[in-house]
């Protein structure tokens, strides 16, 4: 949606994020993409730590270990 908006000139109308705080956030289109990308980029990490893991022989037993995670943000 937040795409639409920007493509026909909307750049004003907000949609309501509530953060894992439990804050409500009004983000303006062109955030909402940047959230998204930010998002996207985060998973791509997670899956990309999850399979160095499972690469490993064997795989350690404190695999839950933040360390071993991309931090969050």
Do not use: C
């Amino acid at each position: 949606m937040a795409q639409i908006r920007i493509a026909s000139g909307d750049t004003t109308t907000t949609t309501v994020f509530r953060d894992g705080t439990n804050v409500d956030h009004e983000l303006t289109p062109h955030q909402i993409v940047n959230l998204f990308l930010q998002s996207s980029a985060f998973v791509s990490d997670v899956y990309a730590a999850a399979w160095a893991l499972k690469a490993l022989e064997p795989i350690p037993s404190d695999f839950s270990d933040d360390s071993h995670w991309p931090p969050y943000a």
